[in-house]
């Protein structure tokens, strides 16, 4: 132990190519980065300013877009940035930033995706207890002991990793600082941080999963004992969608975190990172917008309010210029 150093600058991997290659990907990223914070901004602002939209499920779905925007700004804006300078530096303090702020939104937004699954479970299968079930009283608590657990979560791991020496290398196997990453480096004994990530990782996301799966098949015995119509596909394309997110955000995260590190390593593993830090919040708002009718409705409303207020504007500012214009022309004449 005597040769580890404090480590002050990590470096971050890229992907394999040249330097063109390189301001390529930042440009794919940047406009993946942009269309995901106008989604999820454009569905915040919806569902705030539509009062018919003031239901648990927008509410969480609203909250979903914030932690979302917030999400993907921890690691693309970065890799960007690294991609066009041509470096692939990232700070210590800026290492601790992100693997505390990729374990705190990670760990919210499998939370939120499983409180909503349970609301689609009361709406659809006990849907006179409904305003009952998901009262707004149980949906800003539950909001609440998310964001709690979430900073306990993530601090607990950010701590035990940053404790260890970093002695065998800087050089992170990976787009952005992550806990397996940073395990890889350390010139100490791990297995202790390894079995309580997976202890921990396993319960949480495992319940989190099992829940989800026995709360949608309640929902499908229940959805397929409706009469074949308008209410049965609304069921579906509200719930295979939320069902597909899940899955690629479980299962390419677990095998990050809880796979074997021989077998996560290289661009494979680079690849999944991307699959469980950007898709989930660049598709969740394509899922809950252009497939849902009341998002929908909502917009077109939004869009002839606005239209008419431009209108509004338009014709008073106009028939402002015109009396000015003739009282002067008037006031020219006396």
């Given at each position: 132990?005597s040769?580890?150093?404090?480590?002050?600058?990590?470096?971050?991997?890229?992907?394999?190519?040249?330097?063109?290659?390189?301001?390529?990907?930042?440009?794919?990223?940047?406009?993946?980065?942009?269309?995901?914070?106008?989604?999820?901004?454009?569905?915040?602002?919806?569902?705030?300013?539509?009062?018919?939209?003031?239901?648990?499920?927008?509410?969480?779905?609203?909250?979903?877009?914030?932690?979302?925007?917030?999400?993907?700004?921890?690691?693309?804006?970065?890799?960007?940035?690294?991609?066009?300078l041509?470096t692939?530096?990232?700070?210590?303090?800026?290492?601790?930033?992100?693997?505390?702020?990729?374990?705190?939104?990670?760990?919210?937004?499998?939370?939120?995706?499983?409180?909503?699954?349970h609301d689609?479970?009361?709406?659809?299968?006990?849907?006179?207890?409904?305003?009952?079930?998901?009262?707004?009283?149980?949906?800003?608590?539950?909001?609440?002991?998310?964001?709690?657990?979430?900073?306990?979560?993530?601090a607990?791991?950010?701590?035990?990793?940053?404790?260890?020496?970093?002695?065998?290398?800087?050089?992170?196997?990976?787009?952005?600082?992550?806990?397996?990453?940073?395990?890889?480096?350390?010139?100490?004994?791990?297995?202790?941080?390894?079995?309580?990530?997976l202890?921990?990782?396993?319960?949480?996301?495992?319940?989190?999963?099992?829940?989800?799966?026995?709360?949608?098949?309640?929902?499908?015995?229940?959805?397929?004992?409706?009469?074949?119509?308008?209410?049965?596909?609304?069921?579906?394309?509200?719930?295979?969608?939320?069902?597909?997110?899940?899955?690629?955000?479980?299962?390419?995260?677990?095998?990050?975190?809880?796979?074997?590190?021989?077998?996560?390593?290289?661009?494979?593993?680079?690849?999944?990172?991307?699959?469980?830090?950007?898709?989930?919040?660049?598709?969740?708002?394509?899922i809950?917008?252009?497939?849902?009718?009341?998002?929908?409705?909502?917009?077109?409303?939004?869009?002839t309010?606005?239209?008419?207020?431009?209108?509004?504007?338009?014709?008073?500012?106009?028939?402002?210029?015109?009396?000015?214009?003739?009282?002067?022309?008037?006031?020219?004449?006396?």
């Open positions: 132990m040769n580890s150093t404090t480590t002050m600058v990590f470096l971050l991997m890229e992907f394999p190519g040249m330097r063109d290659l390189q301001v390529f990907y930042a440009m794919i990223f940047s406009l993946i980065y942009l269309m995901t914070i106008m989604g999820n901004l454009f569905i915040v602002v919806v569902t705030t300013l539509d009062k018919s939209l003031y239901t648990p499920m927008y509410f969480f779905l609203r909250n979903l877009s914030i932690l979302d925007s917030c999400y993907i700004s921890v690691t693309v804006p970065k890799f960007c940035m690294n991609s066009l041509g692939s530096s990232i700070s210590k303090a800026g290492c601790v930033a992100q693997v505390f702020l990729v374990l705190f939104f990670a760990f919210v937004e499998l939370l939120f995706l499983t409180i909503m699954a689609r479970f009361a709406a659809i299968c006990r849907p006179l207890h409904y305003p009952v079930i998901m009262s707004p009283h149980l949906c800003v608590h539950s909001t609440l002991v998310s964001l709690l657990s979430g900073l306990i979560y993530a607990l791991h950010t701590i035990k990793t940053f404790q260890l020496p970093f002695c065998h290398s800087h050089a992170v196997q990976q787009l952005f600082c992550d806990v397996p990453s940073l395990l890889k480096l350390s010139c100490s004994d791990t297995f202790y941080n390894q079995i309580m990530m202890i921990s990782g396993s319960v949480f996301g495992g319940g989190c999963f099992i829940y989800i799966i026995k709360s949608y098949i309640h929902i499908f015995s229940t959805v397929l004992r409706f009469p074949v119509g308008a209410d049965r596909k609304k069921a579906f394309s509200t719930c295979v969608p939320h069902i597909l997110v899940v899955s690629v955000f479980l299962s390419t995260g677990s095998y990050v975190y809880l796979g074997p590190s021989a077998m996560s390593a290289g661009v494979l593993r680079m690849i999944l990172s991307v699959f469980y830090s950007v898709v989930p919040p660049l598709f969740n708002p394509i809950y917008s252009l497939r849902n009718e009341q998002i929908k409705y909502a917009i077109r409303k939004l869009m309010r606005m239209f008419y207020s431009e209108c509004v504007l338009r014709i008073k500012g106009g028939f402002l210029f015109h009396s000015s214009h003739s009282h002067a022309f008037g006031n020219k004449s006396k």
